[in-house]
Nanobody, 116 residues
Framework: QVQLVESGGGLVQAGGSLRLSCAAS????????MGWFRQAPGKEREFVAG????????RYADSVKGRFTISRDNAKNTVSLQMNSLKPEDTAVYYC?????????WGQGTQVTVSS
C-alpha cells in the first residue's frame, strides 16, 4: 500500500505560480510511476503530468506543456508539480497518483484556484 498526501494548493492570481507536493508513505516511490491529475467542477478527472518509473522522463498534457514541471525526490519520497503562468482554467482539485504499470493509488487532493 502507498499513502499519498498532497499539499501546496491555494488561491493565486492568473499569471502566478504554485508548487504542489505529494508525500508518499508505505512504500518507496523510486520505482513507481508517479503522476498528477486534476478535476474541475462538472468535469472528468484528467491527466496533467507524469514521471516514468524507469528513467524519470516526464510527460505532460498539452494544456500545461511549458508551464508545469513534474519532479521526484526519491530521498524524501516526494513528487512535486511546479506550476507557472497559471490560468483560470487551471482551477481544479489536483490529485497525486502512484502505481507500477498503471495509476493505482490516489491522494485526497488539494484545491488550486486561479483568479482572473
Amino acid at each position: 500500500q502507498v499513502q499519498l498526501v498532497e499539499s501546496g494548493g491555494g488561491l493565486v492570481q492568473a499569471g502566478g505560480s504554485l508548487r504542489l507536493s505529494c508525500a508518499a508513505s508505505g512504500r518507496t516511490i523510486s520505482s513507481r510511476l508517479m503522476g498528477w491529475f486534476r478535476q474541475a467542477p462538472g468535469k472528468e478527472r484528467e491527466f496533467v503530468a507524469g514521471i516514468s518509473r524507469s528513467d524519470d522522463s516526464p510527460r505532460y498534457a498539452d494544456s500545461v506543456k511549458g508551464r508545469f514541471t513534474i519532479s521526484r525526490d526519491n530521498a524524501k519520497n516526494t513528487v512535486s508539480l511546479q506550476m507557472n503562468s497559471l490560468k483560470p482554467e487551471d482551477t481544479a482539485v489536483y490529485y497525486c497518483s502512484a502505481g507500477l504499470g498503471a495509476y493505482s493509488y490516489w491522494g485526497q487532493g488539494t484545491q488550486v484556484t486561479v483568479s482572473s
